[in-house]
């Protein structure tokens, strides 16, 4: 799948006297792109697997066997080298924000160089010890902007949103979801976007958070497994209640069409990544979409400034360094909870 598929442009003329009009056919490409939590956290802090450093090199080996062209991560926290090491082909990825605490586990690897490369963390998160101990990460968003070829880019968001459905957790999501919602509106106007990730819910579920209220339907963004199974209806998903099949999980993709460029999901899968145990890799399945990019006549040329990200290890310790401090200072003031936890 790694392979650019692009359909050459060709000329249409009709012959009038003394005027020969010419067309561009709009041209078009396929793309394929997972989405993965590949679940690095150390087993210090709760992994249940047997081997975490061993699952990621495995991961890391067999996603690029399979040849996507874009990966999308998140919890990639504690063995970033060892999921790295097998993706090394891949020529471009983004720049690893550290271990945890202090690093946001999400990061990108593709075939299609990536540009303006930004995390932003969540300013709302919620729980310390207990549920899901979202607050002690810096978990949120990665933005790039992806070159696919021909003065074509696309806007990639990579989330990772609030785990859990109490009450303090479905209101963080709240927050997140909107606080998302302005970024893409800020800035992706006009442009196309696909968001992707960890959504740790859905619009089917009961506990959504707004995710249509407080994220599609502002940004435009349609839900791909939604549209290809549920024939676009965000509403009415008895068809699928209590079937065994997965379906609308929290990993997820949403897209929007935007300055020329059309985006066309084509399909849509959830795939569980096994060793050679048969046993998953990972707690959550990955999820796969392929989408054909069509550029039409009302395509606009990108006129943003396209900038390389820079690894800055001094900048990235300090910020480390005070995602830790903060986290002391939470631990200290929920001290009752983590002893409890301790025993």
Known sequence: MRKIRIMPGFLAAWMFIGT??????????????????????????????EDVEAN???????????????????????????LAAGLSGYPYTTIHSGGVPGGDGMNLWSVYPLYNETREAWETAYGVIDDGADS???????YTVVDLGNGVYLDLYDIHADAYGDAGSVAAREVQYRQLAEMILENSAGRP?????????SVHHGN??????????????TDVWIQLYNHGDCTDFSAWEGSAEKWDSIEKFLYRDGGG???????FSYEYICGEDGVSLSDHPAAHA???????EEFTPYTGILQAAEDRPVRRFFSILGVILQDLGKLITHLDELIAYLQ
């Open 20 to 49: 020969l009009p010419v067309y561009a056919q709009p041209e078009r490409m396929e793309i394929s792109i997972l989405n993965y939590n590949v679940a690095g956290l150390p087993k210090l802090f709760g992994n249940g697997a």
């Open 56 to 82: 990621q090199k495995q991961i890391g080996e067999i996603l690029e066997e399979r040849g996507y062209d874009i990966i999308a991560v998140q919890e990639d926290f504690g063995y970033h080298t060892a």
């Open 136 to 142: 002690m990460t810096p978990k949120g968003i990665l």
């Open 193 to 201: 976007v696909i968001v992707t990730g960890d959504f740790n819910t």
């Open 208 to 221: 959504d958070s707004g995710l249509l209220a407080n994220l599609m339907e502002p940004c435009g963004l």
């Open 261 to 267: 460029v059309d985006l066309e999901p084509t399909s």
């Open 290 to 296: 392929v989408f054909t990019v069509s550029v039409t």
